[in-house]
């Protein structure tokens, strides 16, 4: 999984290497935003209440879906931002994500704690920035 329409810094000098993602990705190409996406499913009910790795699989099986309707895929993504009611839940949506990315050349990503999300069951949230060659 390589876009050779995507660079990835992964060291700009002066700049610690991120663990687990990219510090800068640049690319040429048409741009692709993905709303942030939870763990619906395709009738907008709740996939996995209460259990963050069930919640992260179907947040990224969700990605998937919305890349594919824009023409990209993982692999064109340049950016995740992560939303989570707890830190803790960030171990689940690594391992989720790294089920999609390749972990060689990581997108660059951040990650927020929030006091909630818009419905106090969900648990994760996450948006997607990607460049599509041509």
């Known amino acids: 999984m390589s876009s050779s329409h995507l660079t990835h810094i992964t060291e700009p000098p002066g700049v610690a290497p991120g663990t687990g993602y990219t510090q800068v990705v640049t690319g040429t190409g048409r741009l692709v935003q993905v709303s942030g996406q939870v763990a619906f499913d395709e009738r907008g009910e709740l996939v996995g ?59 660059a990503s951040s990650a927020v704690q929030v006091a909630a999300l818009f419905r106090p069951e969900v648990l994760i949230e996450i948006e997607a920035l990607a460049v599509v060659a041509g």
């Open 49 to 107: 209440a209460g259990d963050p790795e069930a919640q992260a699989r179907q947040v990224f099986e969700n990605l998937r879906r919305c890349l594919a309707a824009a023409g990209a895929d993982f692999s064109d993504v340049v950016k995740f931002t992560v939303f989570v009611t707890d830190v803790a839940y960030l171990p689940a949506v690594r391992k989720a994500r790294d089920e999609h990315v390749d972990t060689a050349r990581p997108p």
